[in-house]
DNA sequence: GTCTATATTGAGATAGAC
DNA sequence: GTCTATCTCAATATAGAC
């Protein structure tokens, strides 16, 4: 049996995890209980070390979520910043940021899914909703934007449909599958395609 | 039984809870800072009573739960067995669920938000979120239906718009104030007009 | 119906050896 | 990089008085 392995983060054993590869397995178990529900206890269970092992890596429970909080919202400002998102047609950089979301959402899932459920209950949590409240914004702006040129149907308030768009693009979270049979960008033209023109068959309008 | 008092339901000053009043405050708790994350000592000190006379009303902490569950879930049931749902055009049938479901959303907010954040850490849990099933699997069914009919655009998978549909329905606990400018009926009549139609204004098609 | 205790468990976190 | 052992505190829940 050997006992020395250069690369930590690909191994299922017991030792060798580094920051990253224990991040992994960290947050799919905060997604599976719940942030709170999650003790280092099961934490250390499901790594297969020891609780103090784990502040090898991490200096505290609450670190861990900051750090993957930051791999989603990293991933999402990107999106909202492109320049796909700030100049051109109003309705392509909504089909941008739309699209743009679907993806970070299926390819970052675990770190999504943490960033979409917190409540606000530490300062750390307080500033990653502030970061997310911010790209809703922008979102918003566009949704504003489109109404204002009359690209939006005029019977519909933008807030509200800003909210019931990203609500919906925020919703894959809870039954997307990365190995299942639908691919990110399937998701992503399937969400595009209601939001533009609805689930009815056109020739039954 | 009941009645000797005629409601201490209206109450806000230290004592004299009965089940449904403490009930309304304990969810609102949960719904702020997430079921986990509340202790018994945060709920004590918002009802302003000690944490031993919580027991008097209630079992145990998951009990609140529970009972908090069952509203929503016999409401949300209550709307997919109803006639509406299950005779006539599957058209029709589809309005009536997704109104309705927008309706109880709206109108039992906070135990509709509880229920659509349970992890399943509990039987308790497990038992509700099958009962959710069961439901998010009828309304699957009537997406089915519309796509055998013909009346649900080809190109998308009926499983996939259930899920986007529901998820966009769902999402509305996030941010729906009972005392904001929008009432439950005219968010449903939104939802509908999204789900039918799309956000682009006919025009610029 | 509410209170003041208190029992008991498990949480997050630290110290220091290997 | 991981371990054992332990600290401290807060959690749920109970007992029994008023």
Redesign the interface.
Same mark, same amino acid.
């Given at each position: 049996m050997t006992t020395t392995e250069p690369a930590a983060a690909a191994r299922r054993g017991r030792p060798g995890y580094d920051r990253d590869s224990m991040l992994e397995v960290v947050v799919e178990a905060f997604n599976?209980?719940?942030y709170?529900?999650t003790s280092l206890g099961v934490l250390a269970e499901r790594l297969g070390l020891s609780k103090s092992a784990i502040y090898h890596h991490f200096a505290s429970k609450e670190q861990m979520l900051e750090v993957a909080l930051a791999q989603a919202l990293d991933a999402l400002e990107a999106v909202f910043d492109a320049p796909e998102a700030t100049t051109g047609p109003v309705v392509s950089r909504i089909r941008h940021v739309l699209r743009g979301a679907v993806l970070v959402l299926c390819e970052r899932k675990p770190y999504v899914t943490l960033l979409l459920?917190l409540?606000g209950?530490t300062p750390i949590e307080q500033e990653a909703m502030r970061r997310r409240r911010a790209i809703d914004a922008k979102m918003r702006a566009l949704f504003e934007a489109s109404r204002d040129e009359?690209?939006?149907?005029?019977?519909?308030?933008p807030r509200?449909?800003e %909210?019931?768009?990203?609500?919906?693009v925020? $919703?894959?979270v809870?039954?997307y599958r990365p190995d299942g049979p639908?691919s990110p960008e399937e998701?992503a033209e399937?969400?595009l395609?209601?939001? %533009?023109?609805?689930?009815?068959?056109?020739? $039954?309008?």
């Open positions: 599976e209980r719940g709170d529900a459920r409540r209950n009359g690209t939006l149907r005029a019977d519909m308030d509200i449909a %909210r019931l768009t990203f609500g919906m925020n $919703s894959i809870e039954w639908i998701l399937s969400v395609q209601l939001v %533009r023109t609805g689930l009815r068959e056109p020739s $039954s309008l």
